[in-house]
């Protein structure tokens, strides 16, 4: 949570009340990235947000289990099923009915007209607005992507030979399918999303914060790609915002051993991968108006990468304490360095931004990098790739001050349908 442009007594924000969005398709369409996105994206915002998953529910209670219990015909099964989906509902209901809490996400198939709307039905009794999310793919080239991406990385199948675990569950899919009825009933909100976001089909939708989590979906997507992290090189001068001073010699030179670092290192991961579509995908450069963030990236420009200049991207602005030393700080504005110790996301110096305030100059950007397909090199300021680094790990806004974001390593970030991953290499 970083975002957040205000607080409430309830803690409620957007005069939304309580809102569950439950996930409607097939396994292998994306559920589970647009929940957990979803989710992150909310927390940002300052959203109370947690996903229910029925299929946590389900390898908590039962481990690993056989793939006939996945079929509707077995009868015993699916009782056991049905009722670990009703606990998970339950506790969401539970969830969103005490502490302030706003948004659940009920992450399961929900495959049939019948079964939405019951829970639609009981979601209303309780006084807490539903919204259907359902993620069709009608391109078969995605459904076995996702498989093979996701779901042989999935906790059902730690251990599993990859060619099994993708067999296994092609055939879980094929016994949904005969069961499986896209939502028609215009009787309740809605949303469709096809082939990742190829087309979006929004119905009965209302409300603000309804409206922000449309928007989001709309610029989602499930295709893999890297997202990578490199501070600017160095100036001559203590770090001054408004001198806006270039890059000194050594700068010149970390600017162009991070190109060629780059170069070298996506060569290799795309030679020993084997995956043709990763060899096709470019590299975008993105970096802030400031001269030593162009001047870090220009050797990517030289050397023909897109680069494109984002003037939020620029890193926090100090305010009169621009230029000054911790010590010289805590001599001319001893008090307020008291308050930046006891708060250090929401301070702000005399005429300066706070982290919060960079948080939230930064949605923009975190919109675009959603919506971005290719490969991204964010070549920033220490300030910004914390907050960037705190919102794609959904880290709480307390933790954005003291992230670690190092000169002279390049971070590596994978998002995935269960999180980012990251790595870190020192630049030669």
């Known amino acids: 949570m970083a975002a957040q442009l205000y607080k409430t007594e309830s803690g409620r924000l957007f005069h939304a009340g309580a809102v569950a969005i439950i996930t409607v398709g097939l396994p292998a369409r994306g559920k589970t990235h647009v929940s957990r996105s979803l989710c992150r994206y909310l927390r940002w915002l300052g959203v109370s947000t947690k996903v229910f998953s029925v299929g946590n529910y389900r390898r908590e209670r039962m481990g690993t289990i056989p793939n006939d219990w996945f079929d509707p015909r077995n009868v015993d099964a699916v009782t056991v099923r049905e009722k670990i989906a009703e606990d998970c509902l339950d506790d969401m209901i539970q969830w969103l009915e005490h502490g302030g809490n706003q948004v659940g996400i009920y992450d399961g198939n929900n495959v049939t007209e019948e079964r939405r709307r019951e829970l639609y039905d009981k979601l209303t009794s309780h006084n807490i607005n539903a919204l259907f999310i359902e993620s069709i793919c009608t391109k078969e080239e995605i459904v076995y992507a996702n498989i093979r991406s996701v779901k042989i990385s999935s906790p059902d199948y730690v251990g599993w030979d990859p060619e099994e675990a993708v067999k296994d569950y092609t055939h879980r899919i094929e016994r949904l399918m005969e ?120 050797p990517f420009a030289d050397a023909g990468f897109a680069v494109r200049q984002h003037s939020v991207l620029t890193q926090i602005n100090p305010g009169e304490v621009d230029g000054m030393t911790l010590a010289e700080i805590k001599e001319h504005y001893p008090e307020e360095l008291k308050r930046a110790r006891a708060d250090p996301y929401r301070h702000r110096y005399p005429r300066a931004e706070s982290y919060h305030d960079l948080a939230v100059r930064l949605e923009a950007v975190i919109m675009e990098l959603e919506r971005e397909t290719n490969d991204v090199l964010i070549i920033g300021h220490e300030t910004v790739l914390k907050c960037l680094y705190a919102y794609l790990f959904d880290r709480p806004e307390n933790d954005i001050p003291i992230i670690s974001v190092p000169r002279g390593f390049l971070i590596e970030i994978t998002p995935s349908a269960y999180g980012c991953k990251e790595s870190r290499m020192k630049i030669d």
């Open 179 to 298: 069961h499986y009825e896209t939502i028609s009933d215009t009787g309740i909100p809605f949303v469709k999303l096809l082939n990742v976001g190829e087309k979006i089909i929004v119905n009965n939708v209302m409300g603000y914060l309804q409206s922000r989590i449309v928007y989001y979906l709309m610029n989602l997507h499930v295709q893999p790609r890297k997202i990578y992290f490199a501070r600017t090189g160095r100036t001559d001068h203590i770090e001054c915002y408004k001198g806006d001073d270039e890059l000194s010699e050594e700068g010149h030179v970390y600017a162009k051993a991070l190109k060629e670092f780059v170069v070298d290192y996506r060569a290799h991961a795309k030679a020993s991968s084997g995956n043709s579509e990763e060899q096709e995908r470019p590299l975008a450069v993105w970096t802030s108006t400031r001269k030593k963030a162009r001047q870090t990236a220009q």
